[in-house]
C-alpha cells in the first residue's frame, strides 16, 4: 500500500513543503487541505504514513495521539505525526527549526528580555526555544491578553522578537504585525514567515540595522528533523544549508529598474530565455489588467493616477518570486514600490548613457536630451537607493542579461 505523506492544515496556498521534502528524497510529498470536521478521519485512514501538521490544527490533533513525545507536551503542539503499525505518535520539529535559524543568524538570546508576537500553536514553540537559548523574561503579546497590541508600550525594554503571527504572509504582505520602533533597545528579530523571504518586519529590521533571521532556514531546519522522523533515517545537517539557499534562488525574482529606454525589456527578455523563469512586464501587465497603456493613462489621467495603479500591479506582481520582472523607469518614484519589489527580489538597476536611450511613445521622456537629464538627475538617487545592483548596459543586450544572471546565481544567499 502507498502511505501518505504530506502536510495537513487549512490553507495552504502558500507552502513550500512539498519542494523541501522533495530536495530531501520524499518525492511523495502531498498538501491535504482539511476542514476541522475532516481531520479525525483523515488521520484514521489505514493508508497514513506521516504527515507535518500547520495552522489551526498543531493543538487539535492531540486528542488523536496514541502517543506524544515528552519535548511536544511540554510545548503544547505537535507538528510531526508518524504512523507505526496503526499507532500514531507526536512530536515537534519547530522548536529544532526555531533554534537552528536563530543560531544561524548569531543572534543570542540569553539573558534577554524576549517579546513573542502570537499565542498559537507557533507561539508555544517560541516560547520553549526562548527558555532553551537561555531568556531571562519571556513576554506573549496577544490580541486580548494582558499584554497585547494596544499596550506594547508596557513591554519597549524587549530585546529580542520573534513574529510567530501569519501577519505579513503571502498574499498580505509586505504587511507587518507591529511597528519595530516600539522597541527601541532590539538586538534581534525572528520571523517565523518564509513567504515571502523577506516579510515587512524583516524588511524594517534590515532598514534599521537590527540582526534578523527569517522563517526560511527554520522551515527547511525543521522538514529535515521530519523527515528523519518519517522514514527512520538521519540526513547530513549541511543539507539544511544547501536546500535552503536552493530554495531561496529558486524563489527570489530578479527585478529590472532603470530609466526609461534603457533597455530593461529586452534585457528582460534575454534573461527569461536563459533562465527559464517566466518573464511579467508591469507596464503589459497594466495593460492587460486595466485596459489602457501607460502613456495613455498619464496623458489621459495624469501620471498620479497611473502611479496608483502602478503600485498595484506590483503589489499583484511581486507577492510572487521565482520570475523576471520589469518595471516601469518611475517605479522608484513611489517610496511604497521598494518594500513591494524587495519582499521576494534581487534589484538590479539597468544603466545605459543617455545619448543612448530610446524616448519614443515616452511621454515622461519628452523634451530631448536636456529633457532626459532633468529626469534623470531627479531619478539617479532613487535608482541607487532600490537597487541591489547596477550593471552598465555599454555593450549588446544580451550581455547585459549575462552580467545580471551571472551576479544572481552567485550572491543570492538566503
Not at 507536551?73 to 505537535?78: F, K
Not at 538586538?187 to 524588511?203: H, K, S, T, W
Not at 529633457?371 to 537607493?385: E, I, K
Request: with cysteine.
Amino acid at each position: 500500500m502507498r502511505r501518505v505523506v504530506g502536510l495537513i492544515g487549512r490553507k495552504l496556498s502558500h507552502s513550500w513543503s512539498p519542494q523541501i521534502h522533495r530536495r530531501f528524497g520524499c518525492r511523495g510529498y502531498k498538501l491535504y487541505e482539511l476542514e476541522p470536521e475532516e481531520l479525525e478521519g483523515f488521520l484514521r485512514r489505514p493508508d497514513l504514513g506521516a504527515v507535518n501538521v500547520t495552522i489551526p490544527y498543531k493543538q487539535e490533533v492531540f486528542k488523536y495521539l496514541d502517543e506524544v513525545d515528552p519535548a511536544a507536551r511540554d510545548i503544547g503542539a505537535v507538528n510531526t505525526v508518524v504512523n507505526r503499525k496503526g499507532r500514531l505518535f507526536g512530536y515537534n520539529t519547530d522548536k529544532y527549526g526555531l533554534e537552528y535559524a536563530i543560531l544561524r543568524a548569531g543572534l543570542d538570546f540569553s539573558g534577554k528580555k524576549v517579546v513573542i508576537l502570537g499565542s498559537g500553536g507557533t507561539s508555544h514553540t517560541a516560547v520553549a526555544a526562548a527558555g532553551s537559548l537561555g531568556a531571562s523574561e519571556i513576554v506573549v503579546i496577544s490580541r486580548n491578553g494582558e499584554n497585547n497590541y494596544g499596550n506594547l508600550e508596557k513591554n519597549a525594554d524587549a530585546q529580542m522578537l520573534i513574529n510567530t503571527t501569519p501577519v505579513g504572509m503571502f498574499p498580505n504582505c509586505p504587511d507587518s504585525p507591529v511597528d519595530l520602533l516600539a522597541f527601541p533597545k532590539l538586538e534581534g528579530v525572528m520571523d517565523v514567515i518564509f513567504n515571502p523571504l523577506r516579510p515587512g518586519l524583516i524588511m524594517q529590521a534590515e532598514k534599521l540595522g537590527i540582526p534578523h533571521a527569517g522563517g526560511l532556514a527554520m522551515l527547511v531546519a525543521q522538514a529535515k528533523a521530519a523527515e528523519e522522523l518519517f522514514f527512520d533515517k538521519s540526513l547530513d545537517a549541511s543539507a539544511i544549508e544547501t536546500v535552503t539557499d536552493r530554495l531561496a534562488r529558486e524563489s527570489t525574482n530578479i527585478v529590472l529598474i532603470g530609466m526609461p529606454g534603457c533597455g530593461k525589456s529586452t534585457v528582460g527578455k534575454f534573461l527569461s530565455q536563459k533562465s527559464g523563469r517566466s518573464l511579467v512586464d508591469v507596464d503589459k501587465y497594466i495593460l492587460a489588467h486595466w485596459g489602457a497603456k501607460p502613456s495613455d493613462i498619464i496623458t489621459g489621467r495624469g501620471e498620479a493616477e497611473f502611479r496608483r495603479i502602478e503600485t498595484q500591479a506590483l503589489r499583484d506582481i511581486c507577492a510572487r518570486g521565482g520570475r523576471i520582472v520589469t518595471t516601469g523607469g518611475g517605479c522608484v518614484t513611489v517610496p511604497e514600490n521598494y518594500e513591494l519589489l524587495r519582499q521576494s527580489g534581487r534589484i538590479y538597476r539597468v544603466d545605459r548613457d543617455l545619448e543612448r536611450l530610446t524616448t519614443r511613445g515616452r511621454p515622461l521622456s519628452a523634451g530631448g536630451l536636456e529633457g532626459l537629464r532633468a529626469l534623470f538627475d531627479t531619478r539617479d538617487p532613487l535608482y541607487t537607493a532600490f537597487a541591489d545592483v547596477t550593471v552598465k548596459n555599454d555593450g549588446t543586450l544580451e550581455q547585459c542579461a549575462g552580467k545580471i544572471w551571472s551576479d544572481f546565481c552567485e550572491n543570492t544567499r538566503y
